[in-house]
């Protein structure tokens, strides 16, 4: 009875006003554009696809499963579906490509807040190997894989092992999070070593994405090989010198006795980055886009983690985090209109699928592999092994990126191998979305020692650690052997 009291209460306050704002929306969009805000027109089939999104993050929450899922299956549905498919169809190809890079940019610009430059100095060899040998062994065997069964060239397969190598920060971190709040793993500092982990492997995805990408899409063909080739890695570069400039501008910008610090730091943080992705795709450097972005976000929060006091809390990861809860129902929900069912081939979706499978037993076995001779036992190597399939942001954010640059230049043959790679992503979303956040929810609490966070045993094996325990260890480690 609490939540129908008057004046509203609880969730049907929360509901209330969401419905509001968005009648406040429609009829801003109508007064503005007419036709465009009516039923069939471009702004009016966002709307609609972003208010659907929200419902479907709601309702695949209560089965576990990550919200981004419910959203990609949203736009699949308004997509394909008689009836509703019309949202999918009038919604204009530039604006989804448009609201896609800036989805990006919010997404890059979060991981590289996250990024502590001085901690990462300071990881361990196993975490380390941890980042970057499975994601790199990923890569490579998708690479290999798609080049002979769906007859991509090198450079398209390796972009698509870049896209699927990546692992997903939206499955994994709020999973992560959620275990080390409970008190599961911290004793080893397992989530915050697979949070770190994932940082650097997403950086590494990207970078080689990037790359691939300014390899593919030079746009003059008439350029040798040779300046083609170099073109990819030229741009990866010029992007990290933007990222470092503008990083470094952030630090003196705004002024210390500027009036609404936060505002204009944020601004020129996310307008740097939006400068960086559509900038050097205008330019015909795409590559340099996302590591420019990325780059700045970094340089920028390593002079402002200097500045700030013990325990004061990020405010500018705060304002990016409430941009990427709004970004992520267009990313996801147009990732998922993007793809019409009825032009899928049987083939490139079974050859993808098989490439995808194959692609994560190869890095199934390399994360079980380097987390030999770290101190975990078999459990919790599987339970990371089961972190690492996860894939959902990464390739939502950069698998349409292809078929977007691919839709300017008008190129037949690279809109189908975009199309192809786009398919691609979200099977691999659908399948690896669910399995990762079901697999850490299940295994977390199961293979995990719950205990309080001290420093890491340091014995390799679960005799010696009993005997540690019996000689008089302290009572923390005992209470967790004993465990």
Not at 28 to 45: E, K, M
Not at 324 to 332: G, V
Not at 356 to 374: E, K, N
Request: glycine content about 12%.
């Amino acid at each position: 009875m609490y939540g129908i009291r008057l004046p509203p209460h609880g969730s049907l306050a929360s509901y209330l006003q969401f419905a509001i704002i968005c009648l406040q929306i429609w009829g801003i969009l109508v007064a503005l554009t007419q036709d465009q805000g009516l039923p069939g027109g471009n702004l009016f089939s966002l709307l609609v696809l972003f208010v659907a999104c929200v419902f479907g993050g709601y309702v695949i929450s209560f089965v576990n499963l990550p919200p981004l899922l419910g959203m990609l299956i949203i736009g699949v549905m308004l997509r394909n579906i008689p009836g509703v498919r019309t949202i999918g169809d009038n919604i204009d190809s530039k604006w989804s490509g448009a609201l896609r890079k800036l989805a990006l940019t919010v997404i890059l610009t979060r991981a590289g807040l996250g990024l502590d430059i001085p901690k990462l100095r300071r990881l361990s060899f196993a975490v380390l190997r941890l980042a970057f040998l499975p994601c790199i062994a990923e890569a490579i065997t998708v690479a290999i894989a798609s080049h002979f069964l769906l007859g991509f060239s090198w450079t398209w397969s390796l972009m698509l092992g870049c896209i699927l190598g990546a692992l997903s920060p939206a499955v994994t971190v709020p999973s992560l999070v959620n275990l080390q709040d409970r008190q599961y793993g911290i004793a080893k500092g397992i989530p915050t070593m697979l949070l770190a982990a994932g940082g650097l492997d997403n950086v590494l995805c990207v970078t080689g994405f990037a790359v691939f990408l300014g390899i593919n899409f030079a746009d003059d063909h008439s350029t040798s090989t040779a300046v083609t080739i170099i073109k990819g890695p030229a741009g990866a570069v010029l992007g990290v010198i933007y990222g470092f400039v503008m990083g470094t501008i952030l630090w003196y910008l705004p002024a210390k006795d500027s009036g609404n610090k936060l505002f204009f730091r944020s601004m020129i943080l996310i307008g740097s980055g939006m400068v960086a992705i559509f900038g050097s795709s205008a330019i015909g450097l795409s590559g340099a886009g996302p590591l420019g972005c990325l780059t700045t976000a970094t340089v920028a929060a390593y002079r402002w983690r200097q500045q700030r006091k013990p325990g004061e809390t990020d405010e500018v990861s705060g304002v990016m985090a409430v941009a990427w809860l709004i970004m992520q129902h267009f990313l996801f929900g147009l990732i998922g209109a993007a793809v019409n069912i009825g032009n899928i081939k049987g083939n490139t979706a079974g050859l993808g699928i098989a490439c995808l499978a194959i692609g994560l037993c190869v890095r199934s076995a390399v994360s079980f592999t380097v987390t030999l001779g770290t101190g975990f036992n078999i459990k919790e190597r599987l339970f990371i092994t089961v972190t690492w399939l996860a894939k959902a942001t990464v390739q939502a954010a950069i698998g349409g990126l292809a078929l977007d640059k691919a839709l300017e230049l008008n190129d037949p043959a690279l809109i189908t191998q975009g199309t192809d790679v786009l398919t691609i992503a979200v099977l691999a979303i659908i399948i690896c979305a669910p399995v990762g956040a079901t697999g850490m929810a299940i295994l977390g609490p199961r293979f995990l020692v719950k205990g309080e966070e001290g420093e890491v045993d340091e014995c390799n094996t679960t005799k010696e650690k009993e005997a540690r325990a019996t000689n008089g260890a302290d009572d923390k480690i005992q209470a967790t052997s004993k465990f």
